[in-house]
C-alpha cells in the first residue's frame, strides 16, 4: 500500500467495515476483459483466514468468466462523504473506509455446501439465522466462495 497513512490493521479495525457492508465488487476477467460486479455477500473470519460468499444464477457472464479463470479482486467500502470547504476543488476529498483482496473462486459441489454458503450469506444481510432452502430453489442456484489470499485496508477519515 502507498498511502501508509491510510492503511488500516488488524482483524478489530477491519472487521467492522465487513459488517458495515452489504455489496461487495468482485473483478474477473471475462472474454479478455476485465469485468466487474456488485453483489450481496456473507463472509467468515476464522483460523483459516478471511472468506466471502456470493450467491447467483446457474448461468451467465459472470459465471462463465469464474469457471474460466476462478482468480478475482474483490473490494467493499463504506462511504463517509465529501470533506472539504472553499471554492478551491482541490481541497475537496471523499472519506471512506475499504477492503480490497485477492483469492481464488470456489463452487459449492452438492446442496449442503450451498445451503453452508447461503446461511452465510444470509445472516450477514439480515441478521437472522435458521433459514431454509428447497431442493428445487437451489438446484437453480450457485453458492461460490473467495478465500482471501491476501487483502488489505485502508481509510480515509472526516477532517
Known sequence: MRRKDREITGR?????????????RLAMTADGMPYVIPLNFG??????GLT??????????K????????RVCFEMDTEMGLTGEGDLACRYSFAFSS???????????????K??????IMKHQTGR?????????????????VHADSFEGSQKLPK
Open 12 to 24: 478489530e479495525n477491519i472487521e467492522p467495515i465487513l459488517q458495515a457492508c452489504k455489496t461487495c
Open 43 to 48: 463472509y467468515t473470519w476464522d483460523e483459516s
Open 52 to 61: 466471502i460468499y456470493f450467491h447467483s444464477g446457474i448461468k451467465g457472464k
Open 63 to 70: 459465471i462463465d468468466a469464474l469457471r474460466a479463470d476462478p
Open 99 to 113: 477492503v480490497v483482496g485477492y483469492g481464488s473462486v470456489q463452487f459449492a459441489q452438492n446442496n449442503e455446501e
Open 115 to 120: 445451503r453452508h454458503g447461503f446461511d452465510i
Open 129 to 145: 439465522g435458521d433459514w431454509s432452502y428447497t431442493d428445487a430453489a437451489l438446484s437453480v442456484a450457485e453458492v461460490f466462495w
